[in-house]
């Protein structure tokens, strides 16, 4: 069975800084990852996404993960980051199970950046 | 495009009350889902359709009902309200339920339930 699990729920960097949000999956099969940000009192939207092709992934804002299948891993990176990065993120693994699609999210993680 | 609409944003009902949540998508998508959203908890899948007439349970479908008569419309209908109700519902849709494409968020309904 597919899962998700985002390892911290909360992480403060400051302005400028590097962020690393970690996310870690378990699949049976081949999986998709997506990687979501929620700003407050909005909808989800996509950052990017892993579907079978190069493991580095580029997403907008200048956001990028890497597939590491053998870590069963797809932590979400950013060099420096910016006050309009300070949202919640949430890692998302999409999968077959007994013949059916899911697409099973993580709990979240909040990104404050600090000034 | 509009992409994914939802109406209304916000809304208060009294425990016992029947209420629908209004979704809409014109991108075409066959798949469409509701998700609630509580704090600590991520996303969880209320119900799902893979097309027009089809519809299924997710993870979390006790006391909600959908239908889905056209491609474009997909409505959440909450039966009897409750406390545990209070909550975020999204809408979401894809153009199919394999995923390998990603699914378009509305940008939410905000239920409280006294």
């Known amino acids: 069975a597919q899962s998700v699990t985002q390892l911290d729920s909360h992480v403060s960097v400051s302005e400028g800084t590097p962020v690393l949000l970690r996310c870690n999956y378990s699949?049976?099969?081949?999986?998709?990852l997506f990687w979501y940000v929620q700003h407050p009192n909005k909808g989800l939207q996509l950052l990017l996404k892993y579907t079978s092709a190069a493991t580095l992934v580029k997403g907008i804002n200048g956001f990028e993960a890497e597939f590491k299948k053998s870590e069963t891993s797809f932590h979400l990176t950013k060099p420096s980051a910016h006050m309009s990065d300070a949202a919640e993120y949430f890692c998302?693994?999409?999968?077959?199970?007994?013949?059916?699609?899911?697409?099973?999210f993580g709990t979240g993680t909040r990104l404050k950046v600090l000034a | 495009n509009a992409g994914v609409t939802q109406t209304p944003k916000f809304q208060v009902l009294k425990t016992g009350q029947s209420m629908t949540l209004q979704c809409a998508q014109d991108?075409?998508?066959?798949?469409m889902s509701w998700y609630r959203q509580d704090p600590g908890m991520g996303l969880r899948l209320i119900h799902y359709s893979v097309g027009a007439g089809i519809t299924d349970q997710g993870e979390v479908p006790n006391g909600y009902n959908v239908s889905r008569s056209t491609t474009e419309d997909f409505p959440l209908r909450l039966l009897s309200a409750a406390p545990s109700q209070t909550s975020v519902y999204f809408c979401?849709?894809?153009?199919?339920?394999?995923?390998?494409?990603?699914?378009?968020f509305g940008p939410g309904t905000r239920l409280t339930v006294t």
């Open positions: 991108m075409n998508h066959e798949y």
């Open positions: 699949s049976s099969y081949s999986p998709s």
């Open positions: 998302v693994v999409s999968d077959r199970d007994s013949g059916t699609y899911k697409y099973i």
């Open positions: 979401a849709s894809s153009p199919d339920r394999s995923f390998y494409y990603e699914q378009y």
